[in-house]
């Protein structure tokens, strides 16, 4: 049966000649005889309704990692082949913990999920209690870009690792950037209204109040997540507050229109966001987002550090010609659970979980980062990136458009303290 | 503020207007059918897609015309094929049928578009200032999208109560069987009111999709909405619509410009909380936080108090 289920897989993966040519296919086949079970990973995250196209995206990378560095190459493990189970969440609180059933049903033990905090607290609570009450049953949540800090802090769970640098983080980095910037002395900030956004809103004026107290924060504004349809009103209140800068943690559709709609009243300040990039906003922005919209992520943007990390990208752009490798961190997230696997030749959730402690990793992009034992925070370089064409050898969304680094701080430099007073199971 | 206020009535009619092509389509499929259609939102969905796709090749005039007739043809072959044969099972069939269809456009859309936003951009010939107030812009598209929105509303009235054809769908509308013993073909009418109705929200759709940009949830962000209006103004009133798509797009816009909230009131009483209280959220609430649920708090108000809506004719 399982057996099966493997082959229609690969041979439904070889139907799409390009993808057969880059995945090998042909040496897989030849190796299906000896093929074993797989190592199912779940991944859970929105794939329909308002955020689909962020899930969606981060599926195709995930599951195409792992072709790229395992299954092609034999898989791992001495042969296993990695097969990605998508589930739906809808991004919801409340389909994340039927899901989680159905996981759990389907004998799922790793889960990959990255959007919305709220939806990550959630998981992170039904998985601790969930492990609490089933020992040897284990589930274990790699959150890709769930960045409310409070994950690693004082909800810090054994069973959750975060390999994303959280809001506290990357907003320390942005506000030593806007703090550099001696023409901005008046911020107004706008944000979803969940905790992620709160958590933008409080740092910020922390932040910015130690660091340049001269900048008055003229706007504290929260909308409905996914709700707004207009934001023109917001814009109005922007323009009339006289504010000089504008920093945000929306994403998906509520990051284009709030965007879109600050351009569009002719405001000429600049936006400093988390996630204004890919899946279409990039496209969207183009010309009249030009050198005016800046992101914190992690890692780097244009130009890439190494070769292999811009074939990686020509690999993936050849097999998703309208997708972009938008979270370099799923990958490096895949590599460091596959390496904990291979270090304990085991798919043991506990095991895994104490192999990633402390793990220090080098990514394709040649640069080492760290999962600290003590909260299962990764620390690694952030950078501020610009929206612009020129200087762009990697673009998004097809535009010409995409982003190029304009300030980078080393790893070492990005930790903070954790408030994470951790259980641990005993086994 | 007083640019705050004079910008936030504009924006307020805008989305006022723009409610009202997709509302009033509604009521009157409704008032027709006795079914609410769930899928009308679907339409303004398809509506911008259309309109994207077809400004690619010809340019956004090209599909600010066509893509609603494509819509239109679209909604009458729903109306001849699907609904027509349902309607013999009754609404709860028709109910279910037209749910199942936003599903269905949905998904075709996120099939054929993809899921990420698309670049749906507003005519360079619209692309400049209107007029610039206090500082703050008005852009042209802005003034272009009231102008057809209310030219549809004028048309729309026009036709329903002067000419031969809207005499005769009211008609049909109340009295089907002595319309049609009088010689007209009533499921015709159904079928060219249906497919009104749907290219109107399809037209809302290319108009709405430069700036509320086009991705496939812009008609879950929409649709609820529309269904709001409709009972607020009463089911099957036209004019309640209008009066409800302008009260809801006025008060969420006023609503988001204010920056009054729980606190001020606290302070007018006197009384104050910690930050730490369990209802701290409670106490800091202010109006901006809460605007986009507004519409749902008079939706509760208005069948409360006045369960036929505004305009409503109370039923027998």
């Known amino acids: 049966m399982k057996n099966s289920q493997l082959l229609t897989k690969i041979f439904g993966s070889c139907r799409k000649p390009l993808l057969a040519i880059s995945l090998g296919c042909v040496f897989i086949i030849s190796n299906t005889s000896s093929a074993q079970e797989p190592v199912r990973i779940a991944f859970m995250d929105p794939l329909s309704g308002t955020f689909a196209s962020i899930g969606n995206t981060g599926k195709t990378i995930l599951e195409f990692a792992a072709d790229y560095f395992y299954n092609s190459k034999g898989g791992i493990l001495g042969g296993r082949m990695i097969e990605i189970v998508p589930l739906d969440n809808k991004q919801s609180p409340t389909e994340t913990q039927l899901q989680f059933r159905r996981a759990i049903s389907d004998d799922l033990h790793i889960i990959f999920q990255g959007n919305s905090s709220a939806v990550a607290s959630t998981l992170s609570q039904t998985i601790s209690r969930h492990n609490r009450r089933n020992p040897e049953q284990e589930v274990l949540q790699i959150n890709y870009s769930a960045v409310d800090p409070i994950l690693t802090e004082d909800n810090c769970s054994f069973w959750h690792f975060r390999f994303d640098a959280h809001a506290n983080m990357k907003l320390d980095i ?7 910037d001696e023409d901005i ?6 944000g979803q209204d969940y905790s992620f956004g709160q958590v933008v809103s409080d740092t910020t004026t922390r932040l910015l109040n130690e660091k340049r107290p001269d900048i008055e924060i003229v706007g504290n504004e929260f909308h409905p997540i996914g709700q707004v349809k207009d934001f023109t009103p917001y814009v109005t209140k922007i323009v009339s507050s006289g504010a000089d800068a504008v920093i945000t943690g929306n994403f998906g559709a509520d990051m284009v229109s709030l965007a879109r709609s600050i351009i569009d009243s002719g405001l000429d300040i600049p936006i400093y966001t988390f996630y204004a990039a890919y899946d279409g906003i990039t496209a969207t922005l183009g010309e009249s987002g030009k050198d005016r919209i800046r992101l914190v992520h992690n890692g780097v943007a244009n130009p890439l550090p190494t070769e292999a990390r811009k074939q990686f ?5 050849i097999a998703h010609p309208n997708s972009d490798v938008t979270q370099p961190r799923i990958v490096n997230a895949l590599q460091m659970v596959v390496t904990a696997m291979e270090k304990t030749q085991s798919t043991d959730p506990y095991a895994i979980a104490l192999a990633l402690e402390d793990m220090r990793f080098t990514t394709m992009g040649g640069e080492e980062i760290w999962m600290r034992g003590e909260d299962h925070q990764i620390f690694q370089q952030l950078s501020v990136s610009v929206h612009t064409d020129e200087g762009v050898e990697f673009d998004a969304d097809n535009s010409g458009f995409g982003l190029v680094t304009e300030y980078q701080v080393p790893m070492e430099e990005t930790i903070l303290e954790s408030s994470c007073q951790m259980r641990r199971p005993r086994r | 503020m007083l640019e705050v206020l004079i910008f ?6 805008v ?29 303004y969905m398809l509506g911008a897609y259309f309109a994207y796709s077809l400004s690619l090749y010809f340019g956004f005039w090209t599909g600010l015309i066509f893509a609603p007739i494509v819509v239109g043809v679209l909604g009458a072959m729903v109306e001849r094929y699907g609904l027509r044969r349902v309607h013999q099972s009754g609404h709860v069939a028709e109910l279910v049928f037209t749910f199942g269809l936003a599903f269905l456009i949905e998904e075709s859309i996120q099939f054929f578009w993809g899921r990420d936003t698309k670049n749906y951009q507003t005519p360079e010939l619209l692309d400049f200032p209107l007029f610039t107030l206090l500082g703050q812009e008005f852009s042209a598209y802005r003034g272009f999208m009231m102008t057809i929105s209310i030219g549809i509303f004028i048309g729309l009235y026009y036709v329903l109560t002067k000419s031969r054809v809207g005499i005769i769908i009211q008609a049909a509308i109340t009295h089907p069987q002595t319309v049609s013993n009088l010689g007209h073909n009533v499921p015709l009418i159904f079928m060219g009111v249906f497919g009104m109705g749907t290219a ?6 290319v108009i709405a999709g430069p700036v509320l940009t086009t991705f496939p949830g812009m008609a879950t962000v929409l649709g609820s909405i529309v269904f709001v209006i409709v009972v607020i103004g009463g089911l099957g009133s036209l004019a309640g619509a209008f009066i409800a798509s ?5 008060l969420q816009s006023y609503a988001i410009a204010s920056d009054v909230g729980m606190p001020d009131l606290l302070n007018l009483l006197g009384v104050s909380f910690e930050r730490g209280h369990p209802l701290n959220d409670l106490w ?33």
């Open chain 1, 174 to 180: 942005l506000t030593d950037f806007i703090a550099a």
């Open chain 1, 185 to 190: 002395k008046s911020m107004y900030i706008i």
């Open chain 1, 313 to 317: 990208n020509r690999d993936f752009k």
């Open chain 2, 8 to 13: 936030a009535t504009l924006n307020g009619l």
């Open chain 2, 15 to 43: 989305t006022g207007f723009l409610l009202f092509m997709l509302a009033s389509g509604l009521t009157l499929i409704f008032s027709m059918m006795g079914v609410l259609n769930f899928a009308h939102a679907s339409f």
């Open chain 2, 200 to 205: 109107l929200a399809g037209l809302a759709g």
């Open chain 2, 246 to 250: 302008l009260l809801i797009g006025l």
């Open chain 2, 284 to 316: 800091t609430m202010n109006l901006p936080q809460i605007a986009p649920v507004l519409p749902y708090l008079l939706l509760v108000l208005v069948l409360i108090f006045r369960p036929t809506g505004l305009m409503g004719k109370r039923e027998e």
